[in-house]
């Protein structure tokens, strides 16, 4: 069963569209070259433009665990957190219905 983070913030106003850029040029990448990331993704919600879901999938939760100890989870947070308009707040999950990365 594959590991889930999701980190829910909101973004300050006219910061929206740097945050994006800087994640998927920046964050998206280095996350997806982790060992143990099967996938990364930036959700921005339609109805409030300034509410973002950052969801990364992992084989397991010690691959997540490692990428977090590494030091890197909290360099990508940093490039982003100029647009932070509170705390962001982290929730993890079991997936099911993923295919299992090698």
Do not use: C
Request: hydrophobic share 45%; glycine share 4%.
């Amino acid at each position: 069963m594959a590991f889930v983070r999701i980190g829910r913030f909101r973004a300050l106003p006219d910061t929206t569209e740097r945050l994006r850029d800087v994640y998927e040029a920046e964050a998206i990448p280095a996350i997806r070259a982790a060992e143990g990331n099967i996938s990364a993704v930036l959700l921005q919600q339609h109805q409030a433009r300034d509410t973002f879901m950052a969801i990364t999938v992992w084989s397991t939760a010690e691959d997540a665990e490692r990428y977090d100890r590494s030091g890197e989870a909290a360099a990508m947070v940093d490039k982003i957190r100029f647009a932070f308009a509170g705390p962001p707040s982290l929730s993890t999950y079991d997936a099911f219905g993923i295919p299992h990365q090698a």
